[in-house]
């Protein structure tokens, strides 16, 4: 089973930029599409992106697309999420999660994996 750490949220000024990791334990990590997700105060978790096991595609929630990109490092088995032109409604604790595929991750059928999350925090 992988284990996920997330890090690198923070407060941020609104149209700033942040990158998020997640640190994947184990020698599987390249065997799990990953995704990231968020939960805002008062909010049900919603998805924001995933990408494939090679990293070789990517799929995003209409909100996000143009702002933010998911890549992975493999040997580093960390997966990252580059936020640009953050807006105060990107408040959040963001979590990464794996599953086997993007469509399991996207739909978060049967996920292996969560993270702890990590706190994004966006000031107008």
């Known amino acids: 089973q992988v284990q996920l750490v997330e890090s690198g949220g923070g407060l941020v000024q609104a149209g700033g930029s942040l990158r998020l990791s997640c640190a994947a334990s184990?020698?599987?990590?390249?065997?799990?599409?990953m995704g990231w997700f968020r939960q805002a105060p008062g909010k049900e978790r919603e998805f924001v992106g995933a990408?494939?096991?090679?990293?070789?595609?990517?799929y995003y929630a209409d909100f996000v697309k143009g702002r933010f990109t998911i890549s992975r490092d493999n040997a580093k088995n960390t997966v990252y999420l580059q936020m640009n032109s953050l807006k105060p409604e990107d408040t959040a604790v963001y979590y990464c999660?794996?599953?086997?595929?993007?469509?399991?991750?996207?739909?978060?059928?049967?996920?292996?994996?969560w993270g702890q999350g990590t706190l994004v925090t966006v000031s107008s």
């Open positions: 999660a794996a599953g086997s595929t993007i469509v399991v991750v996207s739909t978060r059928q049967s996920l292996d994996a």
């Open positions: 184990g020698r599987t990590f390249s065997s799990y599409a």
């Open positions: 990408i494939s096991r090679s990293g070789g595609s990517t």
